[in-house]
């Protein structure tokens, strides 16, 4: 059983930065691929971003790509989402997932099912 939890959402302005974090628990950390999915309001949970359990590989939806970076740090146990240039858009609650299989390739990282493990989210909102 894997346990997750994040922080650092909040309310920023537009071109604005936060920096989310997801503390895992529960499983050896450096051996999961880890995912940041989000939500908004209406809307049905996409896909932002992975990162290998290495860390070696990352992928990102185009929406997001410049301006967002997944890393991890292992000795940590933790996975951050920096997230800049920040829009209205990106307004949601952003959730984060982790597997214990590995992936290879973009479809894997960015499915919902092959993530097994979630977090409860945490919501970040952006003022125009």
């Known amino acids: 059983q894997v346990q997750l939890i994040e922080s650092g959402g909040g309310l920023v302005q537009a071109g604005g930065s936060l920096r989310l974090s997801c503390a895992a628990s529960?499983?050896?950390?450096?051996?999961?691929?880890m995912g940041w999915f989000r939500q908004a309001p209406g809307k049905e949970r996409e896909f932002v971003g992975a990162i290998s359990w290495k860390g070696y590989m990352t992928y990102y939806t185009d929406f997001v790509k410049g301006r967002f970076t997944i890393s991890r740090d292992n000795a940590k146990n933790t996975v951050y989402l920096q997230m800049n240039s920040l829009k209205p858009e990106d307004t949601a609650v952003y959730y984060c997932a982790a597997d214990k299989d590995s992936c290879s390739a973009y479809g894997c990282f960015s499915r919902e099912n092959t993530y097994e493990y979630w977090g409860q989210g945490t919501q970040a909102t952006v003022s125009s």
């Open positions: 529960g499983r050896t950390f450096s051996t999961l691929t």
